[in-house]
């Protein structure tokens, strides 16, 4: 008789309606799946009953003994408790059953606890009504969808009326909720439905829809939930403490449309350089020169000091002539640090925060503009990958090339403005969703 396990966690799907959390989280340069953060919390807490890694990576993944997972909530509680986060842990626990095939549920989990944790400690509560209903309306409306599909395939009838089913209810869950065009979704969900035919032929054509779906959705998705967050901090803007230039920024243009990624002559002009362009003069008065990038690089906090030739020398130079030397590779240390932030190196999260109050002076916040960082990291990290992966199919296949191309993918990439014109719509109407 098998043994009964219990799993501690759900697997993402691929399926990109709802994109899996854990690529947001890996492109951040966080733990992709539960295991890893779980193991650091108890080194941290110095649990005397704790699992090891391969023991937490199994609970996640195949599930462990009931005795096992009992240990792991209490240690998951006992944390929570030393943290003061128990009522936290209280309400993101999901009170209804998770849907399998679906991402929806982590995903206002993960949000939910980030924004408690951010509430904790703050003076005052951070309230992000637009952002969670999206996440609510997308997450039911996967659900819903998944639900259909597998009463589709449990059906006594033809794998053509199941097809036919799958199709109408893909097809009608893009057109709620999504902002896709109605021949977008039409084509998109006759290449799913392909994709599922049996002996249907695998063509370069067929496989080039089925990249523009799982990508159109992707985006769909991240900006919906972008634009979301943003209009949630128009209420803030005095809180805030915005200069001009990001004033305008959040208010006309969602915070980040205009800095979506661009190709030019053929080269990827990602949305990490130009924010950093953006941030020469965001913070300036009128009139002002731009900032440098080696003028911004000395905002970035003081490296630790190292081993220079400055030193080495030391028995032959003075002391003033040894102290601007280690200045100068500081300075460089400084300024090579900020050119890996600029082609997409995720900073950490102290470093940033301290840079971007040096540059932007105790006049101005620094919560949107840190905001914006992040997002313009993932931005490029994303698009990034997306090329890569794209270039790999196409040395593989290169007739592909004929119906794919990353010029097409960066465009669509750039219709956030248009994801935040209609939040906007909705939000002056009254309407919560798509």
């Known amino acids: 008789m098998a043994k009964e396990k219990v799993k501690i966690d759900f697997p993402d799907s691929p399926f990109p309606f709802v994109p899996p959390v854990s690529e947001l989280m890996g492109w951040l340069g966080g733990p992709k799946c539960l295991h890893t953060p ?161 002996d249907h032929p695998r063509t370069l054509e067929l496989a080039a829809d089925a990249l523009k779906c799982a990508f159109s959705l992707r985006v769909d998705f991240y900006h919906q939930l972008l634009a979301s967050f943003m209009a949630d901090m128009l209420p803030l803007r005095e809180i805030l403490r915005l200069p001009a230039s990001l004033d305008d920024a959040l208010v006309n243009h969602g915070g980040m449309g205009q800095l979506t990624p661009l190709v030019d002559q053929g080269e990827l002009i990602t949305a990490t350089h130009r924010l950093y362009a953006f941030w020469r003069t965001a913070f300036l008065n009128p009139g002002e020169q731009p900032v440098s990038y080696r003028a911004m690089a000395r905002h970035l906090p003081q490296p630790e000091l190292m081993r220079t030739r400055a030193r080495q020398d030391s028995a032959i130079e003075s002391p003033s002539d040894i102290l601007q030397k280690i200045a100068d590779t500081a300075d460089e240390t400084r300024l090579s640090l900020l050119k890996q932030w600029r082609n997409g190196t995720v900073p950490e999260a102290d470093h940033l925060t301290k840079f971007l109050e040096s540059l932007s002076g105790e006049a101005y916040g620094t919560f949107l503009p840190f905001i914006m960082a992040r997002v313009a990291t993932v931005w490029t990290k994303w698009m990034e990958y997306e090329k890569s992966h794209l270039d790999a199919l196409i040395r593989a296949a290169p007739s592909l090339a004929n119906h794919q191309t990353f010029e097409w993918m960066v465009e669509k990439f750039s219709k956030y403005p248009e994801y935040w014109h209609h939040t906007m719509a909705q939000a002056k109407s009254g309407q919560p969703g798509p």
């Open 38 to 198: 779980l193991y650091w919390m108890q080194e941290e807490l110095g649990l005397a009953n704790k699992p090891d890694l391969k023991t937490l990576r199994k609970a996640c993944q195949d599930g462990v003994t009931p005795r096992i997972a009992e240990m792991i909530e209490a240690n998951i509680h006992q944390a929570a408790k030393e943290k003061g986060f128990t009522q936290i842990l209280n309400e993101i626990i999901p009170t209804e059953p998770v849907v399998n095939g679906t991402n929806g549920t982590k995903w206002r989990v993960q949000a939910r606890s980030l924004l408690e944790g951010i509430n904790h400690y703050q003076p005052q509560r951070l309230e992000l009504p637009r952002t969670f209903a999206f996440l609510k309306q997308r997450s039911e409306a996967e659900s819903q969808l998944m639900l259909a599909i597998h009463r589709a395939r449990k059906l006594d009838v033809s794998t053509e009326e199941q097809l036919a089913l799958l199709h109408t209810a893909f097809c009608e869950t893009c057109q709620r909720q999504t902002l896709l065009t109605t021949r977008e979704i039409q084509v998109y969900g006759a290449a799913i439905i392909d994709a599922n035919r049996p």
